[in-house]
């Protein structure tokens, strides 16, 4: 099942990040899925702010992976913030070492997720990002009840 809604804004994007991320179990993965500027990492923004993350999120674009630290749950967890738009083959995700990072019990949140559709597990929650001519942002969803 998919469900849609559509983010007017900055904000609404966040508040998107945050209600998906309260619903979080850990282990999990989500795959962003759009074109540049369509508001992925505004909404691991929210993700973060669901599970407690003090320091500011950026995009990992140059450094590829950052980590955060969080809780879920009343638990200690790490997000793992994956920005996949510099990788071009497949061995670079082995060295990027993608598997074991979702394998960990934390929280793997991967931009550009669709380069890694091989390696993803099953239970991968999707969210595709479209761009709506008025400038809003239909967000898709898949694998996760809202």
């Known amino acids: 099942m998919t469900a849609q809604l559509i983010s007017r804004d900055a904000a609404a994007t966040v508040q998107t990040g945050l209600r998906i991320g309260a619903r979080l179990e850990a282990g999990a993965v989500l795959s962003l899925e759009g074109v540049l500027g369509s508001g992925k990492t ?10 407690a993350v003090a320091e500011p999120v950026t995009s990992p674009t140059f450094t590829l992976v950052s980590r955060y630290s969080g809780r879920l749950a009343g638990q200690a967890v790490e997000l793992a913030h994956v920005d996949l738009y510099r990788i071009r083959h497949a061995l670079e995700l082995e060295d990027l070492g993608l598997e074991e990072t979702m394998s960990a019990q ?7 997720g669709e380069k890694a559709a091989a390696l993803l597990p099953p239970e991968t929650i999707r969210i595709r990002f479209e761009l709506l001519p008025d400038g809003a942002r239909r967000l898709l969803i898949e694998g996760i009840e809202l």
Do not use: R
């Open 106 to 112: 934390g929280i793997t949140v991967i931009e550009w």
């Open 42 to 51: 505004t909404f691991v923004k929210g993700l973060a702010l669901a599970l």
